[in-house]
């Protein structure tokens, strides 16, 4: 019964956010790619080389007003990320679906009709599957993922009008390492395209 009563004491004072907030849409096409001082090593020493490496996220957000044009910027999102490298004709590329949750600060700007903004903060990358990988060779494997949990510090800028249509620039890059066996991260980089009813 407790704890019915705390439920519903947080709905109660939360409806008065949530009214005050916009949702919205949000599409990305994503390019990733790998970093840090293992991955430099490895492609010197092997002549593998980041390759395009194309992706997409697709979630919902939405936009809490704080105070002084300040908001908080919660989003979950499915995206599917490609990780391809290679030297000459020999290439691997890896698969990573997942499930992400972000929770950022958003800081708007009006000007013109427009509001223009900056947003940054955690995003913990959840994978949902096993990592499959693919080479030149033609074969094609799965593997569980080293890790099925990620956090990614994300920076953000972008212009919203008044119709409510976004459009913004990402970048996203891994505080915990690839594996636990190498210093290996992933960076990130999206162009974003939303709308905030």
């Known amino acids: 019964m407790h704890k019915v009563r705390l439920l519903f004491i947080f709905v109660l004072f939360s409806l008065p956010v949530v009214a005050d907030s916009g949702a919205g849409i949000t599409l990305m096409l994503l390019e990733s790619s790998f970093r840090g001082p293992d991955w430099h090593s490895f492609s010197e020493s092997s002549g593998m080389q980041n390759r395009l490496s194309p992706g997409i996220r697709a979630g919902a957000f939405l936009d809490i007003p704080l105070r002084r044009r300040f908001l908080l910027h919660p989003e979950i999102a499915w995206s599917l990320r490609t990780l391809e490298y290679g030297n000459g004709d020999e290439w691997i590329r890896e698969y990573r679906q997942a499930l992400e949750l972000g929770a950022f600060?958003?800081?708007?700007?009006?000007?013109?009709?427009?509001?223009?903004?900056?947003?940054?903060?955690?995003?913990?990358?959840?994978?949902?599957?096993?990592?499959?990988?693919e080479g030149s060779s033609g074969q094609v494997s799965s593997y569980p993922p080293y890790s099925t949990v990620y956090l990614d510090l994300t920076a953000g800028i972008g212009v919203q009008t008044l119709s409510g249509l976004m459009f913004g620039f990402?970048?996203?890059f891994e505080v915990i390492p690839y594996s636990d066996l190498t210093l290996t991260f992933i960076d990130t980089i999206g162009i974003e395209l939303g709308y905030l009813f």
């Not at 903060?121 to 990988?133: F, K, M, N, V």
């Open 105 to 133: 600060i958003k800081r708007r700007l009006n000007a013109r009709g427009r509001s223009f903004y900056w947003m940054t903060g955690p995003e913990l990358i959840l994978l949902t599957d096993d990592a499959l990988q």
């Open 170 to 172: 990402r970048y996203a």
